[in-house]
């Protein structure tokens, strides 16, 4: 027996030895939905969640029941769309009408509630998606930080429009005002941050949610719906549980929905803005599909490549839409770059997601191992090699990273976005090739460039940034931080989302404007002076 099957063999533990600190002592049966303000009592159909873990049995591995949520149909998503529906009422709402300081105040208080809740979010977040502690520890302090950077961000904005502007004899003031029901559904990866990136400006803006979770990553969010209810008005948030292909289309098909945010594929963005019967009324803000390219130039800093690749590759088993999902490198270095790159590679840690320093975990979708596998095959039939020991070994829900060289544009993992540890390595020797390849792919998020030389670097950007949005130099490609852009060209984004874009993007720049007369600006003074308006003020937020 070799040493990594032997690992393998070892690695789902008994029940009874995961750490006490670690375990989740009761499976969560969710039974009630949030729906207008009330938890909802649930007594049909559930979909059992059973965790990425496993454990070992009398009767052999077995997956880890963590619990149960509703398996709601259309009559629960109706009811959810017209309760979102109503609490806008058309801009005339508690919500969308109030000040924007007291939407604040609803959302620190929320945001208090829901660090109360951080322990079993954490756990959740390992049980539910297999992602590590450390991981799911740093995804949960991301996000409430991303909650506060979002309102120090709005309360800059709103500090910016409270004044009037004087041009060409007319009065004005500009703000930003709601869109109204927005449709939110977060992807299974980040199920809590980049879930929360969407919905908390749509919130804070003043528009009304249908808050769909993700297949992966649903429990999570139950411990904070308690929080939803109890911070914000009635019907300002409703939550959506159910099969997407039941309950999503009469929602879209209904024209009730102003926004649809999404993180998934273009695939179901596409079928879902289709359905809507008014689609210029439709405003989409998308994260989708992404291949994002590393690049590594003839005379780049190796070790740093490799250091920085397998980081970009593999964080979080390469299931991430920013993940680097192809490396494509000088041929002349090439040998070089992946003995180091596959060895560094095997030095991962693997093993459950509490163990500390673990970097590759096992996978929660049932079907991903085979999926992986059959990439494999396809790239070895095609004349590939898997270059590091052990490359795509399965046991159970775990799959061992496979680094595959040379790839060419004959194999499926040339194009089609993997979502997991498989690294395919593409050979070029002119740098037209890894340049045509951005050209001809369908996506277009980011590229992350490796070299040294100043004039080829300036060359390579010149190009590239128009062909991506965000061209990361001697650096893996990420998200981070949260005050930058990010979108993506093609089929991989629509709309913007950063702290400020996002607050834009679920928003629209609204003017009040009047001729500058005297009895036009005794008006105003007197709306303003009065406080009679929450629309036109110069209220100042501190």
């Not at 709005?154 to 004044?163: I, P, T």
Request: glycine residues 6%.
């Amino acid at each position: 027996m070799n040493t990594l099957t032997h690992l393998l063999d070892q690695l789902f533990p008994e029940e009874n030895a995961i750490p006490e600190e670690n375990r989740l002592t009761t499976p969560i049966h969710q039974r009630e939905m949030l729906i207008d303000g009330q938890m909802i009592p649930w007594t049909g159909t559930v979909q059992e969640v059973y965790s990425p873990v496993h454990v070992q049995t009398a009767d052999g591995l077995k997956r880890l029941l963590i619990g149960s949520y509703p398996l709601a149909g259309q009559a629960e998503a109706d009811a959810a769309l017209e309760a979102a529906v109503k609490a806008f009422d058309n801009g005339r709402g508690e919500w969308p009408t109030m000040p924007i300081a007291e939407r604040i105040e609803c959302m620190e208080k929320f945001t208090g509630r829901m660090i109360e809740q951080k322990d079993l979010i954490v756990n959740l977040l390992m049980y539910e998606i297999g992602k590590s502690l450390a991981d799911s520890t740093k995804e949960f302090d991301r996000t409430v930080e991303y909650i506060y950077d979002t309102i120090d961000m709005l309360k800059e904005l709103d500090r910016n429009s409270s004044r009037f502007r004087i041009e060409q004899g007319i009065i004005g003031q500009i703000r930003r005002s709601p869109l109204g029901v927005v449709l939110c559904m977060g992807p299974f990866n980040y199920p809590l941050n980049e879930t929360y990136t969407m919905l908390i400006p749509a919130l804070l803006m003043g528009n009304t949610m249908l808050f769909k979770p993700p297949k992966h990553g649903t429990l999570l969010h139950y411990p904070m719906l308690e929080a939803f209810r109890d911070c914000f008005p009635k019907g300002v948030m409703n939550t959506l549980y159910g099969r997407g292909g039941t309950v999503v289309p009469a929602l879209m098909q209904s024209g009730k929905i102003n926004v649809l945010t999404l993180i998934g594929s273009s695939r179901v963005a596409n079928d879902l803005k289709k359905m809507h019967p008014k689609v210029n009324r439709l405003r989409a803000v998308l994260g989708l599909d992404a291949k994002n390219a590393a690049i590594i130039l003839e005379d780049a800093d190796i070790d740093l490549a490799v250091k920085e690749c397998v980081l970009g590759s593999l964080s979080f088993n390469g299931q991430r839409c920013t993940a680097i999902k192809i490396i494509l490198v000088h041929r002349n270095i090439a040998d070089k770059f992946l003995e180091k790159f596959a060895e560094a590679v095997n030095k991962l840690p693997f093993g459950m997601p509490w163990q500390k320093g673990v970097a590759i975990t096992p996978l929660p979708e049932p079907n991903k191992p085979a999926y992986l596998k059959d990439l494999v095959e396809d790239a070895e039939a095609n004349g590939a090699t898997v270059i590091n020991t052990g490359g795509g070994t399965i046991h159970e829900s775990f799959f061992y990273p496979a680094v595959v060289y040379p790839v060419n544009e004959k194999m499926k993992i040339y194009r089609e976005e993997q979502f997991g540890p498989v690294v395919p390595v593409v050979p070029f020797s002119s740098m037209e090739e890894p340049i045509q390849y951005l050209i001809d792919s369908p996506h277009g998020q980011q590229v992350s460039i490796f070299g040294n030389d100043p004039d080829e670097i300036a060359h390579l950007v010149d190009q590239l940034v128009n062909l991506v949005s965000r061209v990361n130099i001697n650096a893996q490609c990420q998200r981070g931080p949260d005050t930058f852009p990010f979108t993506g060209r093609k089929d991989s984004a629509e709309g913007t989302l950063s702290v400020e874009d996002a607050i834009r993007a679920f928003s629209i720049r609204t003017v009040v404007a009047t001729k500058e007369t005297e009895k036009n600006k005794e008006i105003l003074n007197e709306i303003v002076e009065g406080h009679r308006s929450q629309f036109l003020s110069t209220k100042f937020i501190f």
